[in-house]
């Protein structure tokens, strides 16, 4: 009989494991799953729902429900009109402004601007309006690619500052409202709870993206691409926003499947994890949805520290892979960005921030709050 923090490991939990394990190589090592990344999420979402015995009607409902009610689909759909009708005089702003700017400094604003307005508009506006950008910059698709990874960084970030900017702090204000649990713990949170919580550190998160994107993405000499899904003539059209809000839909539905299904392992053993090594375990939020993470790991029974440790590690994580938070979605989805070609970035740039913030939050013990 093995154990594993003092709880049997189950044949469950071990085909759980090994879904997870598919979930992090396929879509790197075999093509037809790279190609077809929402297809091969939705049957592994279906697996673990399915080795958990999970399938009910309401788990049904819920996952072809949930990417509407949290406004996901919506958003991309009336964006992409938005976009698709709005594009030429977009593009001729942006033409004139490279004109007359360093592409270096567009670069920063755009992130840093992104990264901050995300929390108010939604990441997936945000998204939208980078897709948009990165397609106008005089870059080639290795660093459009890059710019695109480093500035969905800063959107997954600075979404957290308010519960309009993505689900994940909906979920966390909702679990931190009404009273402590016990003297001087978490109660109460408001509008503006993560933003006091967490602002200092996010934003100064944010920042560092900016200037890293401005000096790591470099201009292009020769012939700058355009980059999309690769719906050819479709591209620019109704049908091509249509496309791409369906994949987007699909894309939620199958991770909200998946996270359903893990719940087993997140409830079990996730929950009593020291917060320190929580930090590092919450990597997981690069493949599955940090909502999900969020609800199962955010309590009032916590620390305050415990808590922001918690998120700032589901946050930094989340841009480390496409499937890891709706801005990547979005943004790979709409510019055709490969799972090989995000994680050669999204990878080490998300251990490198991931450690910066351990180093700040456990070694330095420093976690501001704003004071509101």
Do not use: H
């Not at 400094?105 to 950008?133: K, P, Q, R, W």
């Not at 993206?209 to 059209?237: H, I, N, Q, R």
């Amino acid at each position: 009989m093995v154990t594993v923090l003092g709880e049997v490991v189950t044949t469950v939990d071990m085909l759980l494991a090994v879904i997870a394990l598919l979930v992090l190589i396929f879509p790197f090592k075999v093509k037809i799953v790279e190609q077809n990344l929402e297809v091969f999420l939705f049957i592994m979402g279906a697996a673990a729902v399915t080795v958990t015995n999970k399938w009910t009607t309401e788990v049904i409902m819920t996952a072809a429900e949930e990417p509407v009610i949290k406004g996901i689909v919506p958003a991309v759909l009336v964006a992409g009109f938005i976009f698709l009708y709005g594009q030429k005089a977009f593009q001729n702003f942006m033409g004139g402004l490279v004109k007359k700017m360093n592409v270096g400094v567009i670069i920063f604003i755009s992130t840093f601007i992104l990264g901050l307005i995300c929390s108010v508009i939604t990441a997936i506006i945000s998204s939208l309006f980078l897709c948009e950008i990165a397609n106008t910059l005089p870059l080639d698709r290795k660093n459009k690619i890059n710019y695109v990874i480093i500035a969905c960084f800063a959107i997954g970030l600075g979404a957290v500052l308010t519960p309009l900017g993505e689900p994940l702090s909906t979920i966390a204000i909702s679990k931190l409202s009404g009273p402590a649990l016990y003297e001087g713990g978490p109660c109460c949170a408001g509008f503006f709870y993560l933003f006091d919580q967490l602002g200092i550190l996010i934003i100064l998160g944010v920042l560092l993206c900016s200037l890293f994107a401005m000096y790591y993405v470099k201009p292009t000499t020769g012939k700058v691409e355009k980059m999309s899904s690769g719906s050819g003539s479709d591209e620019g059209s109704i049908k091509e926003v249509l496309i791409r809000t369906l994949k987007v839909y699909a894309f939620v539905a199958a991770l909200f499947l998946l996270g359903a299904g893990m719940e087993v392992l997140i409830f079990k053993y996730f929950t009593k994890i020291p917060d320190y090594v929580l930090f590092w375990v919450n990597m997981i939020s690069a493949i599955l949805d940090n909502a999900t993470l969020t609800a199962a790991e955010i309590s009032k029974a916590l620390t305050q520290k415990q808590i922001n440790a918690a998120l700032y590690g589901l946050l930094i994580s989340g841009g480390m892979l496409i499937p890891g938070n709706i801005p990547n979605i979005i943004s790979a989805g709409k510019l055709g960005i490969t799972s090989s070609e995000w994680a050669k970035l999204g990878v080490p740039f998300g251990l490198v921030l991931n450690a910066l913030y351990f180093v700040v939050v456990f070694v330095l013990g420093i976690n501001p709050t704003i004071g509101l």
